[in-house]
Nanobody
């Protein structure tokens, strides 16, 4: 079992930045992919970005590519999502999730993930 806790959400003006963290406890992220998804009111939960903890690359939705960056803090078993040049359409509840042994072709599918956090609200508004 992995317990996931997101933090770092809030209200920011368009063009601003936020840094979200996903801390895992219970076991290491080793051999897991950690993904971020978001859900806006009235919309489906959608893929944002994902990273393979034990090597591999990072993957981003086209809508956030070049603005969002993933990184790993091995000492804290934490994945960080740095979000830059935020837009009003980025407003959503952001969830992190962990999926064991995900291959690249499955890493964008929300049904592929085993564990989910409770979500953190990101609001972009002037």
């Amino acid at each position: 079992q992995i317990q996931l806790v997101e933090s770092g959400g809030g209200l920011v003006q368009p063009g601003g930045s936020l840094r979200l963290s996903c801390a895992g406890s219970g076991r290491s992220f080793a051999n897991y992919a950690v993904g971020w998804f978001r859900q806006a009111p009235g919309k489906e939960r959608e893929f944002v970005a994902a990273i393979k903890w034990s090597g591999g690359g990072s993957y981003y939705a086209d809508s956030v590519k070049g603005r969002y960056t993933l990184s790993k803090d091995y000492a804290k078993n934490t994945v960080i999502l740095q979000m830059e040049r935020l837009k009003p359409e980025d407003t959503a509840v952001y969830y992190c999730a962990a999926g064991f042994g995900l291959i690249t072709s499955r890493i964008r599918g929300k049904s592929e993930y085993d564990y989910w956090g409770q979500g953190t609200q990101v609001s972009v508004s002037s």
